[in-house]
């Protein structure tokens, strides 16, 4: 981000200042590249022939009975004679399950659409029928998964439910008892209650979400997709490089489950101490398996990329948890309990500037709950207004930084001939040179006699780069700008599809950079500046999100806006006299290396 530079700092003093924002710049564009690097999926390899499924499809018919269940004293047989649906609904959601493994089918989110603009299914129907529905049982007997999950339950109810409401699965045949219910409330998280017998004694079968989340579209999008827990107070949030298929992790879990960029399945156990998770990871080419089972849907480009999933319940064989699935929105995951009395917050994972990324957020929603109301264009275009006015907010909280930072660069300006004056005497020593301490002692105690500060014209920049970068992440985080539309933007968290944006950050960046006084700094350093850091902006912009592409446009703006006018205050003329002093002085000045010769009369 230009900025004003200490002015009038030559020599080795330039280069060391530049040095340390270019240091400080490369180090956290690096940084968050690294950070970024280990939640990005590479290409993988071709899928192998498959494996015996963790957690069997709808599809897959009911194991035969065993000798032993034929035998006297097995349990008296509970089975529907056919398959039927029940659809639990409320405001938020509409689940319908099948009684075929007391299982989910589909999982709508009312207020929140896909691609296509259909009511978004969080069930990944190519991955579910190939790995498992959500809710099926998992054990560590791939028979006995098949079995639990193609056997036909006999459901408490079927048709249609209102919530709040009950339902029920029960099976019994042979040696094999099973029962799993349901509650249904209001909100986002239903509770499941299950256990699975065998000859009297419980089965250690956990609750499963196995196969990814059904707005997983774009290679982005799966890129997104992560294991998340929380227990003893820590945090993790595993991208799938770290996740091993058919892993067991032991507790205690306030919570444990699998989300993306902005919805989570996450179970909640009732007893977070005796919790356990089991880690699913299936390698597929999303160009062969369709978010949605509706027709039409585009089929994505050819890659192989990981599908994740996992299982959670107790040691006891005897499951109880809550079970949230929805949107990682702030106000809905801080009210979403543990039974520990945490909340689901720490599942939304702002990156590498998280704090700074939350509050920034904060402060958005803030504007945006004030403009909404307001948005006369029936086209919701609050969010993107409200990125605007909150850029401009943040720019004039920094302006008396702006102001501070010109104070500083302009008393450098008046001491350089002093500070020339000092390496003159000791002949711009080398940084080896004994000598070369003494001097940078003096000019240090001239400095702070005369009240400046080297780092003074700096600090406004070194503030605006974490904002910068907190941003740059936030922006793809937050559920609220998901297909928040903004003139021309379709989605404020994608990419401008037309570049409009990138190619004016090019414009902008650079009319800041010359409007920006940089007197003193070495004039390649201000060519090098000029070009290369709108050539950056525009790079980085041109394929993430245009919500950030749109607060840098408003900051570039505001910057060119606000130091046009100080460049006309008393401040900035006394700056471009001193300049123009300095270079006459420097242009009449002999170059070194140059002899002058005397001429005879």
């Known amino acids: 981000m230009p900025e004003i530079r200490n002015p009038n700092q030559g020599g080795s003093q330039d280069n060391r200042a530049f040095l340390v924002m270019m240091i400080v710049m490369l180090g956290v564009i690096f940084g968050l590249q690294y950070w970024r690097a280990q939640h990005n999926p590479q290409i993988a390899a071709p899928p192998q022939a498959p494996r015996p499924s963790s957690a069997a499809g709808a599809e897959t018919p009911a194991a035969p009975l065993s000798a032993s269940a034929s035998q006297a004293g097995a349990l008296p047989t509970v089975a529907a004679a056919q398959t039927t649906t029940t659809v639990v609904e409320n405001e938020l959601y509409r689940i319908t399950f099948s009684n075929q493994g007391g299982q ?14 259909r009511p978004l299914d969080l069930v990944h129907q190519g991955a579910a029928r190939r790995f498992g529905y959500p809710l099926s049982l998992y054990t560590y007997d791939d028979a006995l998964n098949q079995r639990l999950a193609g056997a036909l339950y006999v459901a408490s109810s079927t048709g249609k439910l209102q919530a709040p409401a009950t339902l029920s699965f029960k099976y019994a045949q042979g040696d094999l008892s099973v029962t799993k219910t349901f509650t249904f409330a209001d909100s986002y998280v239903i509770h ?20 990814g989340l059904g707005d997983t579209v774009t290679p982005l999008s799966y890129a997104g997709a992560q294991i998340d827990s929380n227990g003893d107070g820590k945090t993790q949030h595993l991208p799938y490089k770290k ?41 597929v080419d999303i160009a062969t398996v369709r978010p949605s089972n509706l027709p039409g849907e585009p089929l994505p480009p050819a890659k192989v990329l990981p599908v994740l999933g996992d299982a959670v319940g107790s040691t006891t064989g ?9 949107p990682k929105a702030i106000t809905i995951l801080k009210n979403i309990h543990t039974a520990n009395g945490g909340s689901l917050e720490p599942l939304l994972d702002f990156g590498f500037f998280g704090p700074i990324g939350k509050y920034l957020f904060l402060g958005l ?14 086209n919701n275009y609050s969010w993107g207004w409200a990125i605007v006015v909150f850029t401009m907010l943040i720019y004039v909280v920094l302006l008396p930084l702006r102001v501070q930072g010109m104070k500083s660069a302009l008393k450098m300006q008046r001491i350089q001939p002093q500070i020339d004056a000092i390496k003159a005497k000791y002949k ?56 928040a539309h903004f003139f021309w933007l379709p989605d404020l968290s994608s990419a401008d599809p037309y570049h409009i944006l990138p190619i004016l950050m090019v414009a902008t960046s650079f009319l800041a950079q010359f409007y920006t006084p940089s007197p003193g700094v070495d004039p390649q350093q201000q060519k090098m500046m000029a070009f290369i850091m709108p050539a950056f902006s525009g790079y980085l912009t041109w394929n993430y999100s245009s919500g950030l592409a749109l607060y840098w446009n408003v900051g570039n703006i505001v910057m060119i806006v606000t130091q046009l006018v100080m460049n006309q205050t008393s401040m900035g003329r006394e700056m471009r006299e001193i300049a123009a002093k300095r270079a006459r002085r420097k242009a009449a000045a002999p170059k070194p290396g140059v002899k002058t010769i005397q001429a005879r009369r």
């Open 318 to 326: 005897h499951d109880q948890e809550n079970l949230f699935v929805g």
């Open 192 to 211: 499941a209650d299950t256990e699975v017998l065998r000859n009297g004694v419980p089965v250690r079968a956990l609750l499963s979400w196995p196969a």
């Open 104 to 117: 989910v089918l589909s999982w709508v989110l009312k207020r929140y659409k896909d691609t296509t603009g």
């Open 428 to 483: 711009n020593p080398k940084p080896t040179d004994p000598k070369a301490g003494e001097m940078n002692a003096e000019i240090m105690a001239m400095q702070k006699a005369n009240g400046v500060s080297m780092l003074g014209g700096c600090i406004p920049s070194l503030i605006q780069l974490p904002l910068l970068f907190a941003f740059f992440t936030m922006m793809t985080k937050v559920v609220e700008l998901r297909q």
């Open 365 to 378: 929603r803030m504007v945006h709950s004030w403009i909404a109301p307001h948005d006369a264009t029936g």
């Open 243 to 283: 996740i091993s298929g058919g892993n067991t992790l032991g507790g205690p879990f306030d919570f444990a489950g699998v989300s993306d960029q902005y919805f989570g399945a996450i179970f909640l156990p009732d007893h977070p101490d005796d919790a356990t998770m089991v880690t699913f990871e299936h390698n």
